[in-house]
């Protein structure tokens, strides 16, 4: 049974930084697409960035140059690095695997 776990969200101020982690267990973590979504109320769950098994990168635009993605296939961690926060950050935040495997979320408010 595949699970995903995230966490390390939080309250941070503007210009802030977090670290998300996504913990996966069953399945071979490493053969797979990862990618961090995030969800602001109202709007659409949107991609922010993705790595593929060899460790090529692809961020959104609005997070380019702040955000870092990285895996650890040793571990089955997933992470994301987000400095230089914004208010506009502010979401829920999910790991995803493959096509198919979801977390629960993790949430994120950036705010003075």
């Known amino acids: 049974q595949v699970q995903l776990v995230e966490s390390g969200g939080g309250l941070v101020q503007p210009g802030g930084s977090l670290r998300l982690s996504c913990a996966a267990s069953g399945g071979i973590f490493g053969i797979f697409l990862m990618a961090w979504y995030r969800q602001a109320p109202g709007k659409e769950r949107e991609l922010v960035a993705s790595?593929?098994?060899?460790?090529?990168?692809n961020y959104a635009g609005s997070v380019k140059g702040r955000f870092t993605i990285s895996r650890d296939n040793t571990k089955n961690i997933l992470y994301l690095q987000m400095n230089s926060l914004k208010s506009e950050d502010t979401a829920k935040y999910y790991c995803?695997?493959?096509?198919?495997?979801w977390g629960q979320g993790t949430q994120v408010t950036v705010s003075s």
């Open positions: 995803k695997r493959g096509a198919s495997y």
């Open positions: 790595i593929t098994t060899s460790g090529i990168t």
